[in-house]
C-alpha cells in the first residue's frame, strides 16, 4: 500500500523565517516523490521531484529513505509563498502507475 | 501553463443528470490521469489510460467511465449524478506510463451538483 502523510494541516510563519514542511511516506517499493503547490485551489503546480535535486523558488527537498521522509524547505519564507502544498507518491498500481497524495499543508506567511 | 487543457471550467448541474469532461494532454504526452479532489476526500486518483489503453484504476465509481481517443484526448464520464459528486475534476499528463515521470496538471473541472 502506499500512503502519504502530512501531520499538518496549517503552518503560519513570519515573512524571512525558515519553513519546513513535513512529508512522511510508506511505499514497499523504490518511492519516487514530488512536490505540488497549489494556490486558491487551483491547478496543481509541480514544484520538486526528488530525482532532480533541484530548487524551485527557492524550496529544497531531500529524500531520506531511513526516516521515510520528504520534508521540503525554505531559509526565508516570502509573502508569494502562502498556499496549499502537497506532498506526492508515485507508485505501481496495477499496470500502471497514480499518485497518492497527502492532505496537504496550508502555508501561511504572515508580514 | 502546464500545457493541459480541460474544459469545461465549471459545470453546474441537477441530479441524476450526466456529464463528459474533456482533457487534451500536453503535446507529446501519452499517459493522462484522471483525480477527484473534494473537501472529504482530499485528492484521489481515478483512473490512468496510456496511449488509448487503460492502465490503472483507483476509486472510481461505476457510475464513472472515462476513455482515451486516438488523437490522446480523453474524456470523463460522469452519470447518475449525486450531490456528492461536485468536486473539483483534474486531468494530468506525462511523457510515459512510468512512475518516474512527472505529471502535469490542468486547472481542472469544478463540478456543482444542485
Known amino acids: 500500500a502506499q500512503r502519504v502523510t502530512q501531520p499538518e494541516k496549517l503552518l503560519s510563519v513570519f515573512k524571512g523565517a525558515p519553513v519546513e514542511l513535513k512529508c512522511n511516506y510508506s511505499?514497499?517499493?523504490?518511492?519516487?516523490l514530488f512536490w505540488y503547490v497549489q494556490y486558491s485551489r487551483q491547478r496543481l503546480q509541480l514544484l520538486l521531484r526528488?530525482?532532480s535535486r533541484e530548487s524551485i523558488k527557492g524550496f529544497t527537498a531531500d529524500l531520506n529513505k531511513g526516516e521515510t521522509s520528504f520534508h521540503l524547505k525554505k531559509p526565508f519564507a516570502q509573502e508569494e509563498d502562502s498556499a496549499m502544498y502537497y506532498c506526492?507518491?508515485?507508485?505501481?498500481?496495477?499496470?500502471?502507475?497514480?499518485?497518492?497524495f497527502g492532505t496537504g499543508t496550508q502555508l501561511k506567511v504572515e508580514l | 501553463d502546464s500545457g493541459v487543457t480541460q474544459t469545461p471550467k465549471h459545470l453546474i448541474t441537477a441530479t441524476g443528470q450526466r456529464v463528459t469532461l474533456r482533457c487534451s494532454p500536453r503535446?507529446?504526452?501519452?499517459?493522462v490521469y484522471w483525480y477527484q479532489q473534494s473537501l472529504d476526500q482530499g485528492l484521489q486518483f481515478l483512473i490512468q489510460?496510456?496511449?488509448?489503453?487503460?492502465?490503472a484504476k483507483g476509486n472510481i465509481l461505476e457510475r464513472f467511465s472515462a476513455q482515451q481517443f486516438p488523437d490522446l484526448h480523453s474524456e470523463l464520464n460522469l452519470s447518475s449524478l449525486e450531490l456528492g459528486d461536485s468536486a473539483l475534476y483534474f486531468c494530468?499528463?506525462?511523457?510515459?506510463?512510468?512512475?518516474?515521470?512527472?505529471?502535469?496538471f490542468g486547472d481542472g473541472t469544478r463540478l456543482s451538483i444542485l
Open positions: 489510460y496510456y496511449n488509448g489503453e487503460e492502465r
Open positions: 506526492a507518491l508515485s507508485g505501481v498500481t496495477g499496470g500502471g502507475n497514480k499518485l497518492t
Open positions: 494530468a499528463s506525462s511523457v510515459g506510463p512510468g512512475t518516474n515521470q512527472p505529471q502535469h
Open positions: 511505499y514497499s517499493g523504490s518511492p519516487e
Open positions: 503535446s507529446g504526452d501519452l499517459s
Open positions: 526528488h530525482i
